[in-house]
């Protein structure tokens, strides 16, 4: 089963609108860890923002934010007045605790959403 | 400046050629992990290490072999047992224990097979 789901494959959106970018995830650990990042044409990735399980507020970063939905084990990207530099593909990834340990494991990444800003 | 090196960025085998990607940090970071990416889709996990000496197959191992004799260096090597080794192949790092910790990335190397 897909622990990230992101249903998106591509997504339009105007310059200066906001935009929302889908992820589910399934995990049966109360503990974990959710993150976004950004992939630009030339491939580097970057780290957008970070929301832990245990976190009452919906973390922001910049024009950043995430609508953290726990009991819908969602966590969408949310992306405020578009800019042109802002298309690129858009990764939802989790950190899982590992069996039975308090550490934590491997990032496991969605499929991605590639996302357009049109002037 | 500290980050992640991942050297080369473009290279081409042949079948049957044994290839090595480098990566290097310079963060102080005791994990690194490398993913995989092709074409469209999403980073799938070769392999990750926590720890000096140490190191865990990740979800696609096969075909791929890693070293971790020093805190700085994952090097990776492609071997002809990979049967589809053409994909871009990118480099993190992190520090250690909290489910937190930010991955820091390399600029990725693109393998292709001629």
């Known amino acids: 089963a897909q622990k990230i789901t992101q249903t998106q494959p591509g997504m339009f959106v105007q310059e200066k609108e906001a935009v929302t970018l889908d992820c589910t995830y399934d995990t049966s650990d109360p503990s974990y860890g959710l993150f976004w990042y950004k992939q630009p044409s030339s491939g580097e990735m970057i780290f957008l923002i970070y929301?832990?399980?245990?976190?009452?507020q919906n973390a922001t970063e910049g024009r950043y934010s995430l609508n953290f939905q726990k009991a819908r084990k969602s966590a969408n990207l949310v992306i405020s007045a578009s800019q042109l530099g802002d298309s690129a593909m858009y990764f939802c990834a989790m950190r899982e605790r590992r069996a039975g340990g308090t550490s934590y494991g491997k990032l496991t990444f969605g499929q991605g959403t590639i996302l357009t800003v049109h002037p | 400046d500290g980050g992640i090196t991942q050297s080369p960025k473009y290279l081409f085998r042949k079948e049957g050629q044994n290839v090595t990607l480098s990566c290097e940090q310079n963060?102080?970071?005791?994990?690194m992990y490398w993913y995989r990416q092709d074409p469209g889709q999403g980073l799938r996990l070769i392999y990750y290490s926590q720890i000096v000496n140490d190191f865990q197959k990740g979800d696609i191992a096969e075909g791929y072999s890693v070293s971790r004799e020093k805190k700085e260096s994952f090097p990776l090597t492609v071997t002809s047992a990979q049967k589809n080794p053409t994909a871009f192949y990118l480099c993190?790092?992190?520090?250690?224990?909290?489910?937190?910790?930010?991955?820091?990335f390399g600029a990725g190397s693109r393998l292709t097979v001629l």
């Open positions: 993190a790092s992190s520090t250690s224990g909290g489910g937190a910790n930010v991955l820091t």
């Open positions: 929301q832990g399980s245990y976190d009452q």
């Open positions: 963060l102080n970071h005791d994990a």
